[in-house]
């Protein structure tokens, strides 16, 4: 193997893994939903569309960069969460067969954002200018861009921080008692519907940030690119287990290396399958994936 192509493989490798985190910061969001409330958000992807398109428009109209806008887009996104899981939540929940009413309502959901979307931003790609001097950082031979390097840290400190609300505080272990059997759970007294509307409110609030990170990490943004995210999100769900931030990180990892490694090799429309068969492979051998204990159902 020669010196250039052993500094691109390097290159992907570390694209790969930045690239991993905020794919593992967007499967977040739909594992705690899903693990929760078994409500399948097939609108993940349009809500961190949403969220991308606002930080655009408090770019260009305010002037506030997409790090500032994360501070006023998540709490939105919170509120709108448990907005969403009252008009929703319940009425999914006892439905004879939720994953399959969830799909179809958030499916809905979906299409109306992407239609709210081309009607107030119309289909031309959109971007926001970097906010910093520094696009990029050397390292030898190997450049790390600047964008993402600060939206991985981002996302590592907000999977840090979701992590410490699962394990350290009551609400967080009653959450993922939830996801271990929601019925024992409300036998013991807690307020199960309550937290549901809360942990709604946390995945869409997790997903507004990756909205917005998104602009820094690739160059534009379209009406059309929901759908990936979301397909991305219920791969990094499989790949890392259900119930586990780390494993989410872990699968949004595999993933991120996967399609960028395999982009050295092949034309990079085909990345994608690697990970795809990684994933048919991840469902074959381990289904309830690499640190989760419940097996998933989706």
């Known amino acids: 193997m020669n010196d250039f192509m052993l500094t691109m493989i390097t290159q992907a490798v570390i694209s790969g893994i930045l690239v991993g985190v905020i794919y593992g910061l967007v499967g977040i969001g739909m594992n705690i939903i899903y693990g929760v409330m078994r409500i399948v958000n097939f609108a993940h992807g349009e809500f961190m569309m949403l969220a991308a398109y606002l930080t655009f ?9 997409a790090l500032e806008s994360i501070l006023l887009i998540t709490p939105l996104f919170f509120i709108l969460g448990m907005v969403l899981h009252a008009i929703f ?8 067969d939720p994953e399959m009413a969830s799909f179809l309502t958030f499916f809905g959901v979906s299409l109306v954002i992407t239609s709210v979307i081309l009607l107030i931003w119309k289909a031309d790609p959109r971007n926001i200018p970097f906010p910093f001097h520094k696009l990029s950082v050397f390292i030898g031979d190997i450049f790390v861009p600047m964008g993402r390097l600060l939206s991985a840290g981002v996302c590592l400190g907000a999977i840090l921080i979701i992590s410490l609300f699962l394990y350290r505080t009551y609400a967080g272990k009653a959450v993922r008692a939830i996801i271990q059997n929601r019925e024992a759970v409300s036998i013991m007294g807690i307020d199960a519907h309550r937290l549901s509307s809360v942990v709604f409110g946390i995945g869409l609030a997790l997903v507004a940030i990756t909205g917005s ?10 009406p059309v690119m929901g759908q990936s995210y979301t397909l991305i999100a219920f791969v990094v769900i499989v790949l890392g287990g259900l119930g586990t931030p780390l494993g989410a990180l872990l699968g949004g990892v595999v993933y991120g290396l996967a ?33 989760g204990r419940v097996t998933t159902r989706i």
Do not use: K
Request: proline content about 7%; charged content about 15%; glycine content about 4%.
């Open 259 to 291: 399609e960028s490694v395999s982009a050295v090799f092949m034309p990079v429309a085909l990345s994608p399958v690697v990970a795809f068969v990684i994933l048919i492979l991840m469902v074959m051998i381990r289904p309830q994936g690499l640190l």
């Open 89 to 96: 939540g319940e009425r999914l929940r006892r439905s004879d």
């Open 57 to 65: 428009t408090l770019n260009r109209s305010y002037h506030i960069d």
């Open 213 to 222: 990170l998104i602009t820094l990490t690739f160059p534009a943004i379209t």
